[in-house]
């Protein structure tokens, strides 16, 4: 199994941070490249990942918790990804992003490699596009 994990700080109040963030219709605005996510059912969704000419995909969880400001997913199956993202107050106007990937069993980004690369890369522009997504909402 291989994890990862980053964080972001952005200057827009951690409320409208989350409820961006957890708003299925307007994931693909700020999911990393080659990762879909459409609503299922309650607390269901699809995800579609595509990795060069590998596509994945897999009924999955995702469940949001708004007084914890906090979103937890995964495959339904287990074995394959599961993560979440914690969204914290750091004063007026102000929240840390935390966004943490686990992914287990025969997938590339789990082996290592380039494959390894690419996931911690897509972290990162998913933090950077809810950022500035976040800040757009406010201005």
Known sequence: MAEYEHEQRIPVDARVVFDLA???SAMEAWLPDG???EPSGPERVTGRVSMGDEID????YLAADAEQRRLE???LEGGGYSGWLQVDDEGPG???VV???DVGGEHQAALGGEAHEITDEHLVQALDRLAALATQSVT
């Open 99 to 101: 966004l943490h990937l």
């Open 22 to 24: 957890r708003d299925v």
């Open 57 to 60: 995909e897999a009924e999955g």
């Open 73 to 75: 997913w995964g495959d």
């Open 35 to 37: 990762l879909q996510v």
């Open 94 to 96: 102000r929240s840390r």
